[in-house]
C-alpha cells in the first residue's frame, strides 16, 4: 500500500520567516509528487516534481525532489499571512493513482 | 471557464438518510474522483471513475456510492450505513493516463445532525 507522510504537523511562524515542509513517500513504482495548497476549500496545485534534484520555483515558493531519499521539501520565504494554510503532498504511481499525505498546517502570524 | 462544480457546499442531514452530492465537470476529463477531507487532515480516496460506466472502489468506499453515467457527472450518494459521514467532500478530476494536475471543486460539507 502506497504511503506519504509529512512533516510538521502544524507550524506557526511570523511574517518575514523561512519555512520549510517535508514530505517523504513510499510509492510502488514511483512516477511524480506533487504540491498543492488549500486555504479554505478546494486545494490549488502548486508543483509537480519528476526529476530529482531539480527545483521548480514559483515566486517565493520553491520545492525539490530526492528520488535517493524518497522525499520532497516545500521552502517558502519571507513568509506572509497569506500563505496560511494547509499545504498537502501527494505521489502518483505507475498506476497512475495518487496517494495523499496528511498535510501540514501552517499558520503566519502578523 | 472550465471548471468543477460541486453542489450543494453545505448540507445537514438527519441519521439514517441517504445524501447526494453532486459533481459536473466541464474539462471533459474522463477521470473523476471523490476525497474525504476530515479536519486538520489529508485526503482519503472513496471512489474513482476512468470512464463512462465504470468505477472503482477508493479506500473508504464502505457506506457510500457513485454512478457515472455520462462523462461531465460524478455524483456520490452518502447512505445510512456510513458511520461518520460528517466531513468535507472533495471531487476532482483530470486527464486519463497522465500523471499530471488533479483539478479540484470546491468541496461540499456534510455535517450529520
Known amino acids: 500500500e502506497d504511503k506519504v507522510v509529512q512533516s510538521p504537523l502544524s507550524l506557526v511562524v511570523h511574517e518575514g520567516d523561512t519555512v520549510t515542509l517535508n514530505c517523504s513517500y513510499e510509492v510502488t513504482n514511483f512516477r511524480s509528487l506533487l504540491w498543492y495548497k488549500q486555504e479554505k476549500k478546494a486545494p490549488t496545485f502548486l508543483f509537480m516534481l519528476t526529476s530529482s534534484g531539480i527545483e521548480k520555483k514559483s515566486g517565493r515558493l520553491s520545492s525539490i525532489l530526492d528520488k535517493k531519499e524518497l522525499s520532497s521539501i516545500l521552502n517558502i520565504t519571507a513568509t506572509q499571512t497569506g500563505d496560511s494554510a494547509i499545504y498537502l503532498c501527494a505521489g502518483y504511481n505507475a498506476g497512475n493513482m495518487l496517494t495523499f499525505g496528511g498535510g501540514t498546517r501552517l499558520m503566519v502570524k502578523p | 471557464d472550465g471548471g468543477i462544480t460541486q453542489s450543494p457546499k453545505y448540507l445537514f442531514r438527519k441519521e439514517g438518510q441517504n445524501v447526494t452530492l453532486s459533481c459536473e465537470q466541464n474539462?471533459?476529463?474522463?477521470?473523476m474522483y471523490w476525497y474525504r477531507q476530515d479536519p486538520g487532515q489529508g485526503l482519503r480516496l472513496i471512489y474513482y471513475?476512468?470512464?463512462?460506466?465504470?468505477?472503482q472502489k477508493g479506500d473508504i468506499a464502505e457506506g457510500y456510492s457513485v454512478s457515472r453515467e455520462k462523462k461531465e457527472s460524478f455524483p456520490l450518494t452518502v447512505t445510512s450505513a456510513q458511520k461518520n459521514p460528517t466531513a468535507f467532500y472533495l471531487c476532482?478530476?483530470?486527464?486519463?493516463?497522465?500523471?499530471?494536475?488533479?483539478?479540484f471543486g470546491e468541496g461540499s460539507r456534510l455535517t450529520v445532525l
Open positions: 476532482a478530476s483530470k486527464v486519463i493516463a497522465v500523471t499530471g494536475e488533479l483539478f
Open positions: 471513475s476512468q470512464i463512462v460506466n465504470d468505477f
Open positions: 474539462l471533459n476529463h474522463d477521470a
